[in-house]
């Protein structure tokens, strides 16, 4: 029979609590996938369009001569 360490003196010798369930958690889980590394970013599709009319916004007048700006779709 193989004598094993106490919980307690486990998570002292891992630095606390934290470092020893994230080691615990790693060890089952695996490590973090992070980020798309081959994906390539997509190019802009061209200029925004507006969040109402779906127009593109080149197209639209902005009335700002009031206390709040008014958007004018086409």
């Known amino acids: 029979m193989t004598h094993k360490t106490p919980l307690r003196q486990r998570i002292r010798e891992a ?18 996938a992070v980020g ?4 390539v970013a997509p190019e802009p599709s061209g200029p925004a369009p507006c969040p109402i009319c779906h127009a593109p916004m080149d197209s639209h007048t902005i009335d700002r001569s ?3 700006p008014l958007l004018h779709c086409p």
């Open 66 to 68: 009031g206390p709040k």
């Open 15 to 32: 630095g606390g609590l934290y470092q020893w369930f994230n080691a615990s958690l790693i060890r089952v889980a695996g490590p973090a």
């Open 36 to 39: 798309p590394y081959d994906d």
